[in-house]
């Protein structure tokens, strides 16, 4: 079992930053492909960001690329995603994730968080 709680959600003017945090327990947790997805208003679950759990490869969706950055702390227990110049279009509950298989796909992801809030102001 793991269990995964994400923290550093909240408001932000477009063009500014946000890290968001996702906590893990389980000793398991280094044999995990992690994984970012998000979920607006309306709108499906989309894949965000995701990093192998042996070569720490990672994979962004295109609407991210250059301005998110996926990492991990396998000592720590968790995985990062800092968010850089973001617009209102991000706006979106983030939910992080925790899979054996990779690439991650929503419909197959073995652990979700509850997710934190983000909101990007224009």
């Known amino acids: 079992q793991v269990q995964l709680v994400e923290s550093g959600g909240g408001l932000v003017q477009a063009g500014g930053s946000l890290r968001l945090s996702c906590a893990a327990s389980?000793?398991?947790?280094?044999?995990?492909?992690m994984g970012w997805f998000r979920q607006a208003p309306g709108k499906e679950r989309e894949f965000v960001a995701a990093?192998?759990?042996?070569?720490?490869?990672?994979r962004y969706a295109d609407s991210v690329k250059g301005r998110f950055t996926i990492s991990r702390d396998n000592a720590k227990n968790t995985v990062y995603l800092q968010m850089n110049s973001l617009k209102p279009e991000d706006t979106a509950v983030y939910y992080c994730?925790?899979?054996?298989?990779?690439?991650?796909?929503?419909?197959?992801?073995?652990?979700w968080g509850k997710g934190t809030l983000v909101t990007v102001s224009s």
């Open positions: 389980g000793r398991t947790f280094s044999s995990y492909h």
């Open positions: 994730a925790a899979d054996r298989s990779w690439p991650l796909l929503p419909s197959g992801v073995d652990y």
């Open positions: 990093i192998e759990w042996t070569d720490y490869h990672t």
